[in-house]
């Protein structure tokens, strides 16, 4: 959806869009140092932190699988 045709408008909005995200990453930035900082070698603090990031999802079955046709799911 174009909202404006404007260059000067479409440039403006660019510029403020750069300009959260760049806040937003140095945001998530300090938050990760600040998380790194907290952590305790003697408690077991960055194994289990490490332990909770490495855990990987396990992946939804496909609603739909190739032999069904979208007529058949639809009856069941």
């Given at each position: 959806?174009?909202?404006?045709?404007?260059?000067?408008?479409?440039?403006?909005?660019?510029?403020?869009?750069?300009?959260?995200?760049?806040r937003l990453n140095?945001w998530r930035n300090?938050?990760?140092?600040?998380?790194?900082?907290?952590?305790?070698?003697?408690?077991?603090?960055?194994?289990?932190?490490?332990?909770?990031?490495?855990?990987v999802p396990i992946?939804?079955?496909?609603?739909?699988?190739?032999?069904?046709?979208?007529?058949?799911?639809?009856?069941?």
């Amino acid at each position: 959806m174009q909202v404006t045709r404007d260059p000067a408008l479409k440039s403006e909005v660019n510029r403020l869009q750069r300009s959260v995200t760049r806040r937003l990453n140095e945001w998530r930035n300090d938050q990760w140092s600040a998380t790194l900082e907290s952590q305790n070698p003697e408690d077991q603090s960055q194994w289990k932190m490490t332990k909770r990031e490495m855990r990987v999802p396990i992946p939804s079955p496909p609603l739909v699988t190739p032999r069904d046709s979208l007529s058949q799911t639809l009856r069941k």
